[in-house]
């Protein structure tokens, strides 16, 4: 199913709108886990679908890449996991090469990474799942209102 046309991804995005609960990402690391698989998934899907892993890595969402691997296991999404994370090992890479060959390296980096986001864009269905089924499992974390845990169909 298309990212826009997901009934649980629109449930998710209208929690997280709706509440301001993006401001939550000024202190991500004081957030709890069902928190950060919340804020952390709708960061990263948002930028990711937006402009690309390129455009993750080079806003201040790209300090949260390494702490949303482990969320990401910890709700049982580790294909989602292991995207992001070489994801972040090809953005980190900085090959000490003559301006030609980092020109070369870096379009091969980029084609790399669109290889990545189009896996992402796969992933997305189940992720938004995993993250509304660990959310359900764990209520008392998250300040939703009563309507956000009933069924949602498509």
Not at 120 to 133: A, T
Request: with cysteine; glycine share 6%.
């Amino acid at each position: 199913m298309a990212y826009e046309s997901d009934p649980v991804a629109h449930k998710l995005n209208d929690l997280v709108s709706s509440q301001g609960l993006y401001f939550g990402l000024i202190c991500f690391d004081e957030l709890n886990l069902a928190e950060k698989a919340l804020i952390g998934t709708w960061e990263l899907v948002n930028e990711v679908y937006n402009g690309g892993f390129t455009q993750y890595f080079h806003n201040s969402s790209r300090e949260h890449a390494l702490p949303m691997i482990a969320v990401f296991h910890s709700i049982d999404a580790p294909r989602v996991a292991e995207i992001l994370e070489s994801a972040l090992t090809l953005a980190d890479s900085t090959p000490g090469r003559s301006n030609q060959s980092n020109f070369v390296a870096k379009v091969d980096e980029e084609k790399s990474l669109a290889q990545l986001e189009r896996e992402l864009y796969g992933e997305l269905d189940d992720l938004h799942l995993r993250v509304f089924g660990y959310l359900l499992k764990h209520r008392d974390q998250i300040d939703a209102p009563a309507d956000f845990w009933m069924e949602t169909t498509s």
